[in-house]
Nanobody
Framework: QVQLVESGGGLVQTGGSLRLSCAAS????????MGWFRQAPGKEREFVAA????????NYSGSVKGRFTISRDNAKATVHLQMNSLEPGDTAVYYC?????????????????WGQGSQVTVSS
């Protein structure tokens, strides 16, 4: 069974940090580019960060670059998103997604496997 399970969301104050994790099963994890997306109420789902399957190259949206860090552990089939200096504008449901052999990091439609989402709320 193909599955992505996120964990680590929660409530944090402005300036705080959270670390999201996503555990994959049922896929050859090392063959997948892994991405994080988020969706705020009333808004479309948007790209946050991705890490490639081959080189470990990372890519970030402009709004999180310098504050968020994506990493992966192929041995544990896990991807993480370290979020620092959080702002109220980061409040959203965060989704982990997998894209087999993908190189177009921010293209949401290229991702074929999705997690259920994890709520992140940043209070002012």
């Amino acid at each position: 069974q193909v599955q992505l399970v996120e964990s680590g969301g929660g409530l944090v104050q402005t300036g705080g940090s959270l670390r999201l994790s996503c555990a994959a099963s049922g896929i050859t994890f090392s063959m997948y580019t892994m991405g994080w997306f988020r969706q705020a109420p009333g808004k479309e789902r948007e790209f946050v960060a991705a890490i490639s399957w081959r080189s470990g190259h990372t890519n970030y949206s402009g709004s999180v670059k310098g504050r968020f860090t994506i990493s992966r552990d192929n041995a544990k089939a896990t991807v993480h998103l370290q979020m620092n200096s959080l702002e109220p504008g980061d409040t959203a449901v965060y989704y982990c997604a997998a894209n087999r052999g993908g190189s177009r990091y921010s293209m949401i439609n290229d991702y074929t496997v999705w997690g259920q989402g994890s709520q992140v709320t940043v209070s002012s």
